[in-house]
């Protein structure tokens, strides 16, 4: 991999920060046992950038986000910006990141670590051993396309309305980055959407299918109701492998995925862009799981999706997947110490932020010797 690869990062609000810092420890002991190293800037996004320039997001942090290798993101958002008008909330913050690095494809993995099988509300044959990828089309569909908005009528009441609209182009470039991701793993894709009562849902299904016949040489796919998705990824989850969806419906079975896995604590994600000249994508990764400002600054965040998140930054944005799969194993060992974050629950020992950072240091040494 090469060295001094551009990091910007944006811890954003609530623990977002606490688990940045405690993650910013995995490129200390990298520099320092692997002599790989990175240029890191961080910027403000979401809450803390309005409250320092009335903006979830400054013009220069986005020019520098364009120019950096990859974006390791924390988390945004808290009740005291709830009444902010729409354009200042923290949420625009991400989303412009996502629309304007055109970052299209979200991997959501669900992966079931073997010592938290017991910690799924699921039987545990049901979700042990459970390795899913669910990729939502992030940049276009109902929460960018226009018309939106609410109107009011003549007679005083209201109507609001969003519109759900893709392109053929939107859909075949998610649907090739399933077909990638597919061949590396089981080779099998379920696309899923609503054709049976949503036309842009008819046009997706006829799209992935026509596309499959060209680029999908190999590939197992399969069509499935959003609804019905939501309620197999409860009834039998490892029937799926690689899940494609818009942005509506991933939003929703990338959560449903979630709780497979027994806590938002665990689950990292990335969010990529079409290859640069050079083949590399822009990138950013985050955990799922939001900025829980309930518990922010009390050492009671889990860090391990945002490590995880990291981990996939190795993988995907540096091609690293020898420190990807040790910092994953890490993780494993240290849940099987026993040691649990308070969201986890189960294990023989609650333990801090720090003191988890602590363990998958620990077994980072250990596996390294």
């Given at each position: 991999m090469a060295v001094n690869k551009k990091i910007m990062i944006m811890p954003g609000d609530g623990i977002g920060p606490e688990v940045i810092n405690e993650t910013l420890r995995l490129v200390e002991w990298l520099s320092k046992n692997k002599s790989i190293n990175f240029d890191i800037i961080e910027r403000d996004v979401g809450g803390r950038s309005y409250d320092n320039f009335g903006t979830p997001l400054t013009d220069e942090a986005l020019s520098e986000a364009i120019d950096c290798d990859a974006i390791?993101?924390?988390?945004?958002?808290?009740?005291?910006?709830?009444?902010?008008?729409?354009?200042?909330?923290?949420?625009?913050?991400?989303?412009?990141?996502?629309?304007?690095?055109?970052?299209?494809?979200?991997?959501?993995?669900?992966?079931v670590f073997p010592p938290l099988v017991e910690s799924s509300t699921l039987k545990p044959e049901i979700v042990s051993g459970l390795d899913i990828l669910i990729?939502?089309?992030?940049?276009?569909?109902?929460?960018?396309?226009?018309?939106?908005?609410?109107?009011?009528?003549?007679?005083?009441?209201?109507?609001?309305?969003?519109?759900?609209?893709?392109?053929?182009?939107?859909?075949?470039?998610?649907?090739?980055?399933?077909?990638?991701?597919?061949?590396?793993?089981?080779?099998?894709?379920?696309?899923?959407?609503?054709?049976?009562v949503m036309h842009s849902g008819v046009l997706w299904r006829d799209t992935i299918t026509d596309l499959h016949k060209r680029n999908g040489n190999g590939i197992q796919l399969s069509h499935m109701y959003a609804d019905n998705c939501a309620m197999q990824l409860v009834r039998n989850p490892k029937q799926f492998d690689v899940i494609v969806c818009d942005n509506l419906f991933g939003d929703i079975l990338s959560d449903v995925a979630a709780m497979l896995t027994g806590s938002l604590g665990m689950l990292p994600s990335a969010s990529l862009g079409s290859p640069r000249k050079d083949g590399s994508r822009k990138a950013?990764?985050?955990?799922?799981?939001?900025?829980?400002?309930?518990?922010?600054?009390?050492?009671l965040a889990n860090p391990l999706a945002q490590v995880l998140s990291f981990s996939m930054m190795l993988r995907y944005s540096f091609n690293d997947s020898e420190n990807a799969n040790l910092i994953e194993n890490a993780v494993s060992d240290a849940l099987s110490s026993g040691a649990r974050t308070k969201d986890l629950g189960g294990g023989t020992s609650i333990v801090s932020t720090s003191s988890m950072?602590?363990?998958?240091?620990?077994?980072?040494?250990?596996?390294?010797?």
């Amino acid at each position: 991999m090469a060295v001094n690869k551009k990091i910007m990062i944006m811890p954003g609000d609530g623990i977002g920060p606490e688990v940045i810092n405690e993650t910013l420890r995995l490129v200390e002991w990298l520099s320092k046992n692997k002599s790989i190293n990175f240029d890191i800037i961080e910027r403000d996004v979401g809450g803390r950038s309005y409250d320092n320039f009335g903006t979830p997001l400054t013009d220069e942090a986005l020019s520098e986000a364009i120019d950096c290798d990859a974006i390791l993101f924390g988390a945004v958002g808290g009740p005291e910006y709830d009444d902010l008008p729409f354009k200042h909330k923290p949420e625009q913050g991400l989303l412009t990141l996502r629309k304007e690095l055109d970052l299209f494809a979200n991997l959501r993995p669900a992966i079931v670590f073997p010592p938290l099988v017991e910690s799924s509300t699921l039987k545990p044959e049901i979700v042990s051993g459970l390795d899913i990828l669910i990729l939502r089309e992030l940049t276009g569909g109902i929460y960018f396309a226009e018309p939106r908005g609410i109107d009011t009528l003549s007679d005083g009441s209201r109507k609001g309305y969003d519109t759900n609209l893709y392109t053929t182009s939107e859909i075949e470039r998610i649907g090739n980055v399933a077909f990638d991701l597919a061949r590396k793993r089981s080779s099998k894709v379920t696309s899923v959407e609503k054709a049976n009562v949503m036309h842009s849902g008819v046009l997706w299904r006829d799209t992935i299918t026509d596309l499959h016949k060209r680029n999908g040489n190999g590939i197992q796919l399969s069509h499935m109701y959003a609804d019905n998705c939501a309620m197999q990824l409860v009834r039998n989850p490892k029937q799926f492998d690689v899940i494609v969806c818009d942005n509506l419906f991933g939003d929703i079975l990338s959560d449903v995925a979630a709780m497979l896995t027994g806590s938002l604590g665990m689950l990292p994600s990335a969010s990529l862009g079409s290859p640069r000249k050079d083949g590399s994508r822009k990138a950013m990764y985050e955990p799922v799981h939001g900025s829980a400002p309930d518990i922010a600054g009390k050492e009671l965040a889990n860090p391990l999706a945002q490590v995880l998140s990291f981990s996939m930054m190795l993988r995907y944005s540096f091609n690293d997947s020898e420190n990807a799969n040790l910092i994953e194993n890490a993780v494993s060992d240290a849940l099987s110490s026993g040691a649990r974050t308070k969201d986890l629950g189960g294990g023989t020992s609650i333990v801090s932020t720090s003191s988890m950072m602590n363990l998958v240091l620990d077994a980072m040494d250990k596996r390294s010797k």
